[in-house]
């Protein structure tokens, strides 16, 4: 069975700081796929980035950057110079195969950011 | 591209009816579309997985005959919520996948309802 653990439940941050939210996950599987989506308080989630087992290359765009170690099956989000539109849920999640029925996938339960000015 | 659209976004009903809500793959083909709920301040649960002109497969503790989905056409599924109680007011959303060997799910934009 797979499984995401997000340890932070909420975080605060003045402006301009750095941030790292963390990301555990379990898997039986040796081929799967990471994501993180941002939750804004609209509700509609957002894409942020899609990593595959084989690749374990940190990633950066602009302010967002992602550290994802296989050794320890982390797979953490780093936002650089945090703004107040940072600010939502953000969720990391896993999918991996399952059967012939297709990929499901997996979230963590959630690091709220909260940046304040 | 791959836009998933949801409707209605926000509905109200009263204990007892039936809702039922729509999710569009507006330009792809969607062969799997999957369907969570999120309770507030909580994570997406996954409720069941449909595949294009068959049956969809409940997880664990969803009731099948409360939450009927349908997966008529490879562009729209449908939730239906039936006899619906103040316990399932939440927010649900759907995700739609183009193909099996691909990994992306792009997800609707969800529908808050409220029973009252």
């Known amino acids: 069975a797979q499984k995401v653990t997000q340890a932070q439940t909420e975080i605060s941050v003045v402006e301009k700081e750095d941030v790292t939210l963390d990301c555990v996950y379990e898997t039986r599987d040796t081929t799967y796929y990471l994501f993180w989506y941002k939750q804004p308080p609209s509700g509609e989630l957002v894409f942020l980035i899609r990593?595959?087992?084989?690749?374990?290359q940190n990633e950066i765009s602009g302010r967002y950057s992602w550290n994802f170690q296989k050794s320890t099956s982390s797979f953490n989000f780093t936002i650089t110079a945090s703004q107040v539109v940072d600010s939502a849920v953000y969720f990391c999640a896993l999918s991996e195969a399952r059967n012939n029925a297709g990929n499901m996938l997996t979230f963590g339960g959630g690091t709220r950011l909260m940046v304040k000015p | 591209g791959a836009v998933v659209s949801q409707h209605p976004s926000r509905v109200i009903c009263k204990s007892g009816t039936s809702v039922k809500i729509e999710c569009r793959s507006l330009d792809f083909q969607a062969t799997t579309m999957f369907w969570y709920r999120q309770f507030p301040k909580q994570s997406l649960m996954l409720m069941a997985t449909s595949n294009e002109g068959s049956k969809a497969t409940y997880e664990q503790g969803v009731e099948k005959d409360k939450f009927l989905i349908n997966h008529a056409s490879l562009t729209l599924s449908t939730l239906t919520v039936t006899s619906a109680h103040p316990e399932d007011s939440s927010f649900y959303i759907c995700?739609?996948?183009?193909?099996?060997?691909?990994?992306?799910?792009?997800f609707g934009p969800g529908t808050r309802l409220t029973v009252t």
């Open positions: 995700s739609a996948r183009e193909g099996q060997a691909n990994y992306e799910q792009y």
């Open positions: 990593r595959n087992s084989f690749d374990e």
